[in-house]
């Protein structure tokens, strides 16, 4: 199995992106700033944008650890899984 290597890049429309280095094809995650952010952020954007993506991950990782898969359970199907971001 190989190993995947992904690469945080900055957009032409200034977006930040989360992408696999060999893989053109569309951003895993895609992360844009109002005018109002930016200014706020006084040319931060790329840390910000890093530190959100690094919290992402961690996120999955709990989130998928946490969450009861249990395909016994009939009352829900992964369709109708909902989830709450505080």
């Known amino acids: ?9 900055q957009l032409t429309d200034g977006d930040y992106a ?5 893989d053109d094809a569309a951003p895993l995650v895609r992360i844009s700033f109002s005018a109002e952010a930016k200014e706020m952020m006084e040319d931060k954007e790329m840390s910000v944008a890093k530190a959100m993506i ?3 991950i961690e996120a999955v990782g709990t989130v998928g650890h946490d969450l009861d898969w249990d395909e016994d359970d009939n009352d829900h199907t992964p369709s ?3 989830y709450t971001l505080h």
Do not use: K
Request: charge should be positive.
């Open 18 to 22: 989360l992408r696999r280095i060999d």
């Open 80 to 82: 109708q899984r909902s």
């Open 54 to 56: 690094a919290a992402g």
């Open 1 to 9: 199995m190989s190993a995947s290597f992904f690469e945080i890049i």
